[in-house]
């Protein structure tokens, strides 16, 4: 169904017919929820951190024993906190939490290529954003700690880094 159809659906019903089914669409799916819950008391702080911990506790968890380590897991949490239409630099903040997976591997020592190859993309992405959203002044301490924590990795995980942190600053 398009955009114009739910439009003329909505243009059609009556006030109440719509607040009724807005209730009925809270009720019946938490992802509607969370964002009816947001856009009527927008709190993006508080709905920062909370998507930090998902990504935390990804790689440092505080209810099992062992990370999970799924980077799908992270990107997704990253798309889902841009539906709710935060500041670049909230973006920018959430994207940093790849840095738990530097520190990660920073004192776990060698990681699998996959590990790699994950990091090196996200972080590709996250400096990217860094860089075409002006707040490389703001993150580029933290972005540079990524870097030092790559120092002695395996796949020359290091050199890839340090050209992706490179590129983004000169860019």
Known sequence: MSKTTIKKLLQSMTKDEIIGMVLELYSAKKEAKEYLEYYACPDEKGKLEEYKDIIREE????????????????????????????????????MMSLECAFQ?????????EEFYYSVESDFDKTVQYIAENGLWEKFDKRLQQCVKWTDGSGYDFANIIEDIYEDGKDG
């Open 59 to 94: 790689f440092y968890p505080v209810r099992r024993r062992d990370p999970q380590l799924r980077f799908s897991v992270c990107r997704k949490v990253v798309a889902d906190f841009k539906k709710f239409k935060p500041s670049e630099e909230a973006v920018a903040e959430l």
């Open 104 to 112: 990660l591997a920073n004192e776990y020592g060698a990681m699998w």
